[in-house]
């Protein structure tokens, strides 16, 4: 019974540390190289989209490859991941700002 247990307790921990290091190591500024708009991406798994004079508060979640927005009520954005730049879906590139 105390291995399963521990066991268990292994774990929960493994996934929690896993999850917490994906928001972590994708976290930073993003810039789109073809205009001043920016995206930053917070270790607490927030997120602010700063677009057309408007700043648009929400979360933001990282599943293998792919980078998923919700911002607002009816606002959500998806990215792929390719080295330091998210993807959007128009095609359009996103630098991580050094």
């Known amino acids: 019974m105390k291995r399963i247990v521990l066991l268990a307790f292994?774990?929960?921990a493994t996934l929690v540390a896993c999850s917490q290091g994906s928001s972590q190591s994708i976290?930073?500024?993003?810039l789109h190289k073809g205009n001043s708009e920016t995206i930053e991406l917070n270790a607490?798994?927030?997120c602010v989209l700063h677009q057309d004079g408007r700043e648009?508060?929400?979360?933001?979640?990282?599943q293998?490859?792919?980078l998923q927005l919700e911002l607002g009520i009816s606002m959500s954005l998806k990215?792929?991941?390719q080295d330091n730049e998210l993807?959007?879906?128009k095609g359009e590139h996103w630098a991580?700002?050094?």
């Open 10 to 12: 292994w774990l929960l």
């Open 27 to 30: 976290g930073g500024t993003y």
């Open 44 to 46: 607490d798994g927030s």
């Open 56 to 62: 648009y508060r929400g979360t933001f979640q990282k």
């Open 64 to 66: 293998d490859n792919t």
């Open 79 to 81: 990215f792929n991941i």
């Open 87 to 89: 993807i959007d879906e």
């Open 96 to 98: 991580r700002k050094p």
